[in-house]
C-alpha cells in the first residue's frame, strides 16, 4: 500500500473527523478505499487511488474546515 504523502492518513481522518470509505469500484468491482489525504481549499479529505478507471471513479471523503467552508458545506451538502 502506497502512501505518496508525508501523513499517515489514520492521523490525517482522526485530525479531521473524516470517516475512511472502503468497497468496491461501481465499474470494475475492484475493492477501494480512501487512504490518500489530500486538501482543497477549505476542505480536508481523503481519496482512493485511480486504480484505472480514471478520476470519476474514484472516492472521495472531505470535511470543510472554516466558517466560510462550512456554510458552502451545507450548499454542497444540501444539493447531493
Ligand atoms: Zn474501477
Given amino acids: 500500500m502506497l502512501f505518496p504523502l508525508e501523513t499517515d492518513y489514520l492521523t490525517w481522518a482522526n485530525k479531521y473527523d473524516i470517516r475512511v470509505e472502503s468497497g468496491e469500484c461501481s465499474k470494475c468491482g475492484n475493492s477501494v478505499i480512501t487512504n490518500l489525504p489530500f486538501a482543497f481549499e477549505g476542505y480536508r479529505g481523503l481519496k482512493s487511488e485511480d486504480h484505472g478507471c480514471g478520476e470519476k471513479y474514484t472516492w472521495k471523503t472531505f470535511v470543510p474546515v472554516g ?8 450548499n454542497i451538502a444540501s444539493s447531493m
Fill in 67 to 74: 466558517e466560510d467552508e462550512k456554510s458552502t458545506w451545507k
